[in-house]
């Protein structure tokens, strides 16, 4: 068994798809219209074979109030691994990513929280 799969619930698939591809620099793989949105994926350019990453619109009620909640928790929905969270922040943080921690060393993770701007917090990751 394997991940091939990971959604986030976007509030605009549109917006979302701009954000992740060029400012997160993630590459579009998968465009197919559904009933109502899309079938959008999108997957690292190191990996194009990968995980695919799913930007799914909220056609689920509870969804909204539960990311509502994670995101005024500060919780992250989801984690992306990068080589250098320091370099990745500088990158981000010059494009004008909105960052809710900046890097913080927490064992042998080094951990950066940003807004993605479609109702999440992300957080990269980098392990020491």
């Not at 799914?56 to 909204?64: R, S, T």
């Not at 984690?79 to 960052?99: I, Q």
């Amino acid at each position: 068994m394997k991940i091939t799969v990971l959604s986030v619930m976007v509030d605009d698939q549109e917006k979302a798809l701009q954000f992740y591809t060029q400012v997160l620099g993630f590459e579009k793989k998968t465009d197919i219209p559904m009933e109502e949105g899309r079938w959008l994926t999108l997957v690292s350019p190191e990996q194009r074979d990968g995980v695919e990453l799913l930007l799914e619109p909220m056609g689920f009620a509870p969804a909204k109030p539960f990311q509502k909640a994670l995101k005024e928790a500060g919780i992250p929905w989801t984690s992306f691994g990068v080589d250098d969270v320091e370099k990745e922040y500088e990158r981000l943080n010059k494009l004008g990513v909105e960052f809710t921690m900046k890097p913080t060393q927490m064992g042998p993770v080094k951990l950066a929280v940003l807004n993605d701007t479609c109702g999440n917090l992300i957080q990269i990751a980098q392990f020491i």
